[in-house]
């Protein structure tokens, strides 16, 4: 047998799985977002209309998915950092040789990851209430009046952001603690005997080290973000006034309680085009900061 | 070749024989006749109950019942039709019947109620009854019916000098406004939550002329009539009648009733159990449940409910039939009722004891002489959603009540889109 086909035979099964899993259906989702596909066509095939690119025209001229794309946008742009800083933040506290118990607090924190996001909701719900919520009495102890945290427009995403935010830092968090308890400590050793400050440290080696990591979880959170899904489905169910659609839980509702696939498909190709492009806008960016990174590790 | 052939035919031919024999020896002929019946929620674990009875008296049929949670029925059901594998008989909410008319997955029970001597037409309350009749074809047999009417506060409502619940809308603003008064600044006169369109569709189902028109094509919110309601419904906010809040900024409706947070509740037939066993005994006696007052006097209210249907193609249709004629006689209704507390859509189950001794229950049997069904189309849910929506825009301050229903018919009418293709293409072979 020669090399090339044996390589061939090697990698087939999971060729085949990537087949039939993923091309198969990515393909017939495009397909579906050329069509008009609805409960009319499930009943008689003779309903379906070849709609070309007429979704895609239509969806572009949706205010609610330009809406839903702007409300994932600031999703993403402010949930994003937001936890990317906090999970840093809490791994360098938890590194920190001052910290007492790291393995009590790295459980504490990690464990809101593990915990299912419908009984959380239900928790964050109530902190949450306008009148007898304990953020609101916290915020009312310092002279704020109430707000209606999930009732307003306003002040639902911000919400939303900071469940998802708790939610999900505890992730990453790990990231960087591993990443963290790699770099060499003889580096730091080095600095110290230059008379290099504890801030100079972290800017100087902790972040160039961390580079790599730092580009990993950006793409790995930004690509989690972008799926905004599950959060307004159990707290606001997209309201206030619609102002936590997300574009999946547009897609959602437009195919799975509206049976509309072909717009429901058109929404999933454009999501898939905003998520490649900008990954690889990060995976670029990480690119160019990697031999950069290498050089201050060597 | 041919040998072998020969040898396993008759071996084949032997084995039928012995299968043959096998059958002349067991005593009964037909085995019991399997219906597959799918039911949701509370009524599924009822509906086993009574099944058992109903399997004593027919011994020839065997009811699997399955239950389902009403938040994966509708998926559930959808999924079943594109597999083939309906059940012969289902709970189905009869707002979903035009949906399942539209797919073309439910017997005509027209003939069947033609010859029944169990199921009167002309007992059930009309309004219901109409919820299932699609293109004059009749798809389903109301099983249970649930309306929305008002609930209030009686002590609260002669605090503020009301001594009758109101019947007209200007006794109700007169009503809300005194009460509102009375109550201060922390509560309010009415319970209205944003993320609920069912008060409004009964404000909007309360005038003349429809909410759709040319048969289902386009909208019609921007009629006077519509508009009239939801002026009426974005007033008792601008007027500080109602807290412009979601459901959710409510923690317990029951709670913040019984505490007066508001005075008046729309709602349905499940909170009078709720509220007879939640509201504290103190507070036993002061509150009660009216029907909703309509533009000039006692006005509509939603028709809703769900019903009996028979999916096709069924192989039992008529043992199904059965079913459907046995849970709905008057003596099975007033049973069900008893075990559920659902209300019974025919009007003789309600000369039962239970429910004619029922204060709580005499508005809503008021209120189903009156309940009138929403316009019968598969996109209504749909429509229904765009329709508070736009609600919540004018309540917000975001748009007016012109603005906002003219914009409404258009969002109606792009979603009514592939409807009128498919009407038109009709009309046209």
Redesign the interface.
């Known amino acids: 047998m020669k090399p090339q086909a044996a390589a061939w035979l090697f990698v087939a099964p999971a060729l085949l799985v990537v087949g039939v899993f993923f091309v198969i259906p990515v393909l017939a989702g495009f397909a579906l977002s050329l069509t008009?596909f609805?409960?009319?066509a499930?009943?008689?095939p003779a309903?379906l209309?070849f709609a070309g690119l007429d979704n895609y025209l239509t969806l572009l001229a949706t205010p609610l998915f330009w809406q839903a794309l702007g409300n994932t946008l600031y999703f993403v742009a402010a949930g994003v950092p937001l936890s990317i800083g906090l999970s840093l933040g809490s791994a360098l506290l938890l590194h920190s040789r001052l910290a007492r118990w790291p393995g009590f607090y790295r459980t504490v924190l990690f464990a809101p990851v593990v915990t299912t996001l419908v009984a959380v909701a239900v928790v964050w719900?109530?902190l949450f209430?306008?009148?007898?919520g304990m953020v609101n009495h916290v915020l009312g102890q310092a002279g704020v009046g109430p707000v209606?945290w999930?009732?307003d427009?306003r002040t639902a995403m911000p919400a939303i952001i900071l469940l998802a935010t708790w939610k999900n830092f505890g992730y990453n968090m790990v990231i960087f603690l591993a990443a963290l308890q790699a770099i060499p400590e003889d580096i730091y050793q080095a600095a110290r005997l230059d008379g290099a400050s504890a801030r100079q440290q972290l800017v100087r080696i902790t972040l160039p080290m961390l580079k790599p990591t730092l580009a990993l979880v950006g793409i790995l959170t930004m690509a989690g973000y972008f799926q905004l899904f599950a959060e307004p489905y159990v707290m606001?169910?997209g309201?206030?006034?619609?102002s936590t659609v997300s574009v999946l839980y547009f897609m959602y509702e437009e195919g799975?309680?509206?049976?509309n696939f072909g717009i429901a498909s058109t929404a999933a190709v454009l999501l898939f085009a905003l998520m490649f492009a900008s990954t690889w806008v990060i995976a670029r960016a990480a690119r160019g900061a990697g031999p950069r990174a290498r050089q201050a590790g060597a | 070749m041919p040998r072998s052939l020969a040898h396993a035919c008759r071996r084949l031919c032997c084995l039928g024989a012995g299968i043959l024999l096998l059958g002349a020896c067991t005593p009964q002929a037909a085995p019991p006749e399997t219906l597959r019946f799918w039911a949701m929620g509370r009524e599924g674990e009822a509906l086993a109950q009574l099944m058992q009875e109903f399997e004593r008296t027919h011994p020839g049929i065997r009811i699997e019942i399955q239950q389902i949670p009403w938040t994966a029925a509708h998926e559930k059901l959808l999924t079943a039709f594109a597999a083939g594998t309906l059940p012969d008989l289902c709970q189905l909410g009869n707002t979903w019947i035009p949906e399942f008319a539209a797919l073309n997955a439910l017997e005509p029970l027209d003939a069947r109620i033609d010859a029944s001597a169990a199921i009167a037409t002309g007992d059930y309350f009309p309004g219901i009854w109409d919820t299932n009749v699609i293109d004059g074809r009749l798809l389903g047999i109301p099983w249970y019916v649930d309306t929305r009417v008002l609930f209030y506060r009686s002590d609260l409502l002669k605090r503020a000098g009301i001594p009758a619940p109101p019947r007209t809308w200007p006794e109700w603003a007169r009503a809300l406004g005194a009460v509102k008064r009375a109550a201060g600044a922390d509560a309010y006169a009415i319970l209205l939550p944003l993320d609920e369109f069912e008060p409004l569709l009964a404000l909007g189902l309360q005038q003349p002329g429809d909410l759709l028109g040319d048969s289902g094509r386009r909208g019609r919110f921007s009629a006077p009539g519509f508009r009239a309601a939801l002026g009426f419904y974005a007033g008792m906010f601008r007027n500080g009648w109602a807290p412009a809040n979601r459901a959710g900024a409510i923690s317990s409706v029951w709670a913040e009733f019984a505490r007066g947070y508001f005075a008046f509740y729309i709602s349905g037939p499940w909170n009078i159990a709720e509220f007879k066993r939640r509201m504290p005994a103190e507070l036993r006696n002061d509150w009660m449940t009216a029907p909703l007052p309509g533009p000039h006097g006692p006005g509509a209210s939603i028709a809703g409910g769900a019903s009996l249907v028979m999916f096709r193609p069924s192989r039992h249709a008529r043992a199904a039939w059965s079913v459907v004629e046995y849970l709905s006689t008057a003596a099975t209704q007033a049973r069900f009722h008893e075990l559920t507390g659902d209300l019974p859509p025919r009007r003789s189950a309600w000369r039962e004891p239970a429910l004619a001794g029922d204060p709580y229950a005499r508005a809503f049997r008021e209120q189903l002489e009156r309940a009138r069904a929403a316009p019968k189309v598969p996109e209504w849910e749909r429509i229904a959603g765009e329709m508070q929506l736009a609600a919540e825009q004018v309540v917000a301050g975001r748009t007016d009540i012109a603005q906002a229903t003219a914009a409404l018919d258009r969002r109606v009418d792009a979603i009514l889109e592939k409807r009128r293709w498919m009407l038109d293409r009709k009309a046209g072979r």
């Open positions: 008009d609805d409960i009319y499930l009943a008689d309903n209309r719900r109530y209430q306008t009148r007898y209606d999930l009732g427009p606001t169910q309201g206030p006034l619609r799975f309680k509206w049976w």
